[in-house]
């Protein structure tokens, strides 16, 4: 995904990038795309940069925002040939795993759709915090790709399982976070792939006296809540953001 920004400086578009996205910079790929004329000792103009978001920012098998289904509603019928076609492979992909079921379309937005599965196996096939159900998404989304249809992004669910996993972490950083407070140290949540991190660290961005941070390597990290003032050591490629308040996805 490509995105554009302005500022008076190139640091002033990066930073406005940095808040909008909910990124850290070395998330993300920086181009100029215009930078002011300099006259003398004075520049006139703006900086107008691209964002070029990384594979690891956007993997095609992590979550993406839940989206609640209305209760009572009646699931859509597949239009499309890639809808088909998913609902096909899903449906044969969980018989071939021993849990067979019921999919789906849940919802359907522009270059985005959701299949629901309905299955007597659904605590097994969302797995423990939901890791079976997010390979099983990387596997339909790996599908639609090798389809010709990369520009779709398929989310897969089973009874709610995204918005009720969306509501607990919320919970959780809140209750991590009055925890911190109280000690004035520091807590290691447990590892999460990169949409629940940045869901942590959205919901504490308006704690003032809180910062959170992401440490490990690989797709699922560990988001560390700090009480603003606790030396914990430098974490690598540390930097301000906003002025005031640090934070890594």
Wanted: aromatic letters at 6%.
């Amino acid at each position: 995904m490509i995105q554009e920004f302005e500022g008076k400086t190139e640091k002033d578009a990066i930073d406005k990038a940095i808040k909008e996205l909910a990124l850290d910079q070395e998330e993300f790929d920086v181009e100029i795309v215009e930078a002011p004329e300099r006259r003398g000792l004075f520049r006139k103009g703006s900086v107008r940069i691209r964002v070029h978001l990384t594979e690891e920012d956007e993997p095609e098998g992590a979550p993406a925002p839940a989206r609640r289904p209305i209760p009572g509603a009646a699931p859509l019928a597949a239009e499309s040939e890639l809808e088909k076609s998913s609902v096909e492979f899903l449906s044969k992909l969980i018989e071939k795993m021993g849990y067979p079921g019921t999919v789906s379309v849940q919802f359907r937005e522009e270059k985005k759709f959701g299949l629901d599965i309905v299955s007597e196996h659904s605590n097994i096939l969302i797995g423990k915090k939901g890791k079976n159900l997010d390979a099983i998404q990387l596997l339909v989304n790996v599908y639609a790709s090798k389809s010709g249809k990369n520009g779709t992004r398929i989310i897969v669910d089973a009874e709610n399982y995204r918005a009720r996993r969306e509501e607990s972490l919320v919970r959780l950083a809140t209750r991590m976070a009055e925890q911190v407070r109280r000690s004035r140290g520091s807590r290691l949540l447990e590892p999460m792939n990169p949409f629940e991190r940045r869901l942590i660290h959205t919901t504490l961005n308006e704690f003032e006296d809180i910062d959170t941070q992401s440490e490990g390597e690989g797709l699922y990290k560990q988001v560390r809540i700090i009480y603003r003032g606790t030396e914990i050591g430098p974490p690598p490629q540390e930097r301000p953001r906003n002025g005031r308040r640090r934070r890594r996805s």
